[in-house]
């Protein structure tokens, strides 16, 4: 993507991606339900964090060059998903890109105890049929199972997630 240019984070957790695109000289807006940000990370200069629902941050209309949103649709309903793609696709640039990872409905961490959270499964068909009526297209596609890094990895449970990313059709 070209410089300068802005980076969206969505569920940005401990900013991980926001680091990396700031690095790389993107201004990032960061916004997660839960304030985990490091500190130094929002006193970088490049990067806003913002405490809030996805669904109610306020976007700007194209001002993103990408909207980042790893590991973050498990924690929304399908229908916050569409109204979200609607406002991400409006807050990109045109040809901007969305890169999704979520964790599939046939997953193996599916049941397990101890999240405080609702979590939902979202087939990868329907999640790029709905971004396709929105307007996007698909770039690439891939199914992951991998081993997690996180309480699964003791039960020794895969982790079936999907990636996507999308780009603005103008």
Same mark, same amino acid.
């Given at each position: 993507?070209?410089?300068?240019?802005?980076?969206?984070?969505?569920?940005?957790?401990?900013?991980?991606?926001?680091?990396?695109?700031?690095?790389?000289?993107?201004?990032?807006?960061?916004?997660?339900?839960?304030?985990?940000?490091?500190?130094?990370?929002?006193?970088?200069?490049?990067?806003?964090?913002?405490?809030?629902?996805? =669904? @109610?941050?306020?976007?700007?209309? $194209? +001002?993103?060059?990408?909207? /980042?949103? &790893?590991?973050?649709?498990?924690?929304?309903?399908?229908?916050?998903?569409?109204?979200?793609?609607?406002?991400?696709?409006?807050?990109?640039?045109?040809?901007?890109?969305?890169?999704?990872?979520?964790?599939?409905?046939?997953?193996?961490?599916?049941?397990?105890?101890?999240?405080?959270?609702?979590?939902?499964?979202?087939?990868? =068909? @329907?999640?790029?049929?709905?971004? $396709? +009526?929105?307007?996007?297209? /698909?770039? &690439?596609?891939?199914?992951?199972?991998?081993?997690?890094?996180?309480?699964?990895?003791?039960?020794?449970?895969?982790?079936?997630?999907?990636?996507?990313?999308?780009?603005?059709?103008?």
């Amino acid at each position: 993507m070209e410089l300068p240019g802005h980076v969206l984070d969505v569920g940005a957790g401990n900013g991980r991606n926001s680091v990396f695109f700031a690095r790389m000289g993107y201004g990032v807006d960061a916004v997660d339900v839960v304030d985990i940000f490091p500190s130094e990370y929002k006193e970088h200069g490049l990067i806003t964090f913002t405490e809030a629902e996805a =669904e @109610k941050f306020v976007f700007e209309k $194209e +001002k993103y060059l990408a909207v /980042v949103a &790893t590991r973050f649709l498990q924690y929304i309903s399908s229908d916050i998903a569409k109204i979200l793609l609607e406002n991400w696709y409006m807050a990109l640039r045109p040809k901007g890109y969305v890169a999704l990872s979520f964790v599939v409905n046939n997953s193996s961490v599916q049941g397990v105890k101890g999240y405080d959270v609702p979590y939902y499964y979202h087939d990868p =068909e @329907k999640v790029i049929e709905t971004a $396709e +009526k929105v307007g996007f297209g /698909v770039i &690439t596609k891939k199914s992951v199972n991998q081993m997690p890094l996180d309480v699964n990895r003791i039960r020794k449970k895969l982790i079936d997630s999907f990636e996507v990313i999308f780009q603005k059709s103008n």
